[in-house]
């Protein structure tokens, strides 16, 4: 039976896609920072009589000694992995003149460094299995810069750039690197990104870029959408690396690949003088 890793389990897309896998027949083993927080997603589990076949570990991705000991958990236990999705993470917010140094390194230790440490002390287990997969939970704002955003689409941006080069890296021994860029969904991720609208004052480009994250926020798609296609690549034989997933995701791609950057620009400050 193969076994997959699960970060970020108690978020909106880290229950779904556990849930998936369970159904998929695989073994999972779901992290969260609060094992007190299982709850929710052993119930669901238990709705479908799959619970025997999750188990919960309390990790959280900044902290490494926690990662070590659950990477020998999961040795001791299983003797290999064959999945691991790197869905922990957080959107942080604000433009750069109203955000401290904290909250950017904050950002980056949770999405950048997060992803790098649960890679490299659960990689020795991904190379015992016939094929293994890595997962990476990107973002269109791993593609796009949108204004307001920063921490969160640069921290995006590196994992990005950081899964180019692992992809390549593991090839050679038939593991699998690949991305999951979704558009806007309904999940917990964005209510910490949007509450930066305590702090825009009377600018008028702060408020239209509040005012169009919240937008997107509420025409937001069902999150199932990314879980079942987290659950097709883990069934492909040879999964392709990027996958853009929801309402304007492949657009937005297209876009930043063929549209001159000076008539993107020009039309994102057109509608944020409004």
Known sequence: MKVAFVTGANGGFGKLIIIELLKAGYRVIGAMRNQANQKEIM?????????????????????????KE????????????DVLINNAGYSQGGFTSDLTMEEWENQYDTNV?????????????????????????????GYFGFPGMGPYCSSKFALEGYSESLRMELLPMRIYVSLVEPASFKTGIWEKGLEVGERIGNDTIKKNAYAFA????????????????????????????????????????????????????KTVMRKLNR
């Open 43 to 67: 119930d669901m589990a238990r709705e479908i009589n799959v619970n025997q076949r999750l188990e919960i570990v309390e990790m959280d991705v900044t902290d490494e000694e926690r990662i």
């Open 70 to 81: 659950v990477s020998k958990w999961i040795s001791d236990h299983f003797g290999q992995l």
């Open 113 to 141: 460094m997060g992803v790098i440490r649960t890679t490299f002390h659960l990689l020795p287990l991904l190379r015992k299995s016939t094929q293994g997969k890595i997962i990476n939970m990107s973002s269109v704002s």
């Open 214 to 265: 919240k937008q997107s926020y509420q025409n937001a798609g069902d999150p199932i959408e990314v879980a079942k296609l987290v659950r097709r690549i883990c069934e492909a034989n040879r999964p392709k690396f990027r996958y853009q997933v929801g309402k304007g995701a492949k657009s937005l791609w297209l876009m930043k690949k063929f549209i001159p950057w000076t008539w993107i620009e």
